[in-house]
């Protein structure tokens, strides 16, 4: 796929996700293969008050390149502002987060609320795409609710305006994150426009993958929830490991986390996104529940990181019959 003039290799690429979504686990999983990296939603009234808090939230590092940094807002010059700067900063695409159901976000007219407006949609539209030279993409709901589906009119719009790619979770506002994702409305979006759609819900497999791109012709696709605690989602080639050695995998990629986590965060958040991403790790373990709950008792970041590098092998040990010399797959596989 390519986003203007930036090539997008690679089928899978990890979701926007505020308060997840940050360096370390945006760069786990690229190395995975996620194929583009996206910042989390930034308050683009914040960017042009100059909030410092702000500026480190949609910091990055280079190795993250190519990277989309994500502004949400309602009012066209905060959004062509907000944008510029992130361009000066080095953002390699400007996306627009036409999605966030969240109601601190929706009453203030940003995020899904601006599905609802569409001449609202094509100033903005405008206002950002004369604000800047690179890439310029947005991410849609398939409407505000189940009486206004309009994703496809608001990509038709989107792509007269200089819109370069769309991304398309299809659950309307009011459906928030229940029921299936209708892929129908994904494959609407593809019919409407010649620009590349990634499409995104429900996906937790490379199996999912294919799936929604077959039956939606979407050139790429975005996986959210079912890249948490599981960022081996983007590697292919983990599927086809034995389930010894995808106990082995798992526990580089938790190592590497935890590392990258301590290496480029200050340590009252690396503690808060260790605890975090362990409980999801740990979810659907044996003895997920006092694990969990073990986590939760730490105080610092190195005490947790020394636990963790005996916890897991010690738990791989455990399922480990040394008499037969042969591993019980089945234990295994539910680690
Ligand atoms: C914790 C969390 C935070 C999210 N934050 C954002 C965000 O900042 N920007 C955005 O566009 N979508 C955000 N989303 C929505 C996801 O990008 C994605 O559209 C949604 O989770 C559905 O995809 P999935 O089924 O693969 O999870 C968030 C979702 C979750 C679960």
Same mark, same amino acid.
């Given at each position: ?28 999983? %690229? ?30 590092? #280079? ?24 361009? *000066? ?26 599905? @609802?407006?569409?001449? %609202? ?30 994703? #496809? ?59 929604? &791109? ?21 590697? &292919? ?12 995998? @798992? ?21 808060? *996104? ?62």
């Amino acid at each position: 796929m390519k986003i203007g003039s930036i090539e997008v290799k690679g089928l899978c690429r990890l979701a926007p996700m505020a308060g997840v979504s940050n360096t370390p686990f945006r760069l786990l999983c %690229k190395e995975l293969g996620s194929s583009l990296t996206t910042s989390e939603e930034i308050s683009a009234k914040a960017l042009v008050h100059g909030s410092e808090k702000t500026f480190a939230l949609a910091g990055y590092l #280079p190795e993250e390149k190519p990277i989309a940094i994500q502004i949400f807002g309602s009012e066209p010059e905060h959004l062509g502002e907000a944008a510029a700067i992130m361009e *000066q900063k080095g953002a390699d695409i400007i996306d627009l987060n036409m999605g966030c159901p969240v109601p601190k976000i929706t009453k203030t007219g940003a995020g899904s609320a601006l599905m @609802k407006d569409e001449k %609202k949609a094509a100033l903005i539209f405008q206002t950002i795409r004369k604000s800047i030279q690179v890439p310029f993409t947005i991410k849609i709901r398939g409407g505000w609710d189940d009486h206004t589906i309009n994703a #496809p009119q608001i990509a038709k719009i989107a792509q007269e305006e200089g819109v370069d790619a769309i991304a398309v979770h299809p659950r309307t506002r009011s459906q928030q994150y229940t029921g299936k994702a209708p892929w129908e409305i994904i494959r609407q979006v593809v019919e409407a426009v010649s620009i590349p759609v990634t499409g995104n819900g429900d996906v937790r497999s490379w199996e999912d993958a294919l799936r929604m &791109q077959e039956q939606t012709r979407c050139q790429s696709v975005m996986i959210g929830r079912g890249a948490l605690g599981r960022p081996w989602v983007f590697d &292919q080639s983990f599927e086809v490991l034995s389930s010894y050695e995808q106990h082995q995998r @798992k526990f580089q990629i938790i190592s590497r986390h935890l590392t990258l986590i301590r290496d480029h965060m200050p340590e009252k958040f690396a503690l808060i *996104q260790m605890k975090k991403h362990l409980g999801w790790y740990i979810s659907g373990t044996q003895n997920a529940p006092e694990s969990r709950a073990k986590v939760f008792t730490f105080q610092n970041t190195s005490d947790l990181q020394k636990w963790f590098l005996e916890y897991w092998p010690e738990s791989f040990r455990k399922l480990y019959s040394p008499t037969t010399s042969a591993f019980k797959e089945e234990s295994l596989s539910a680690l």
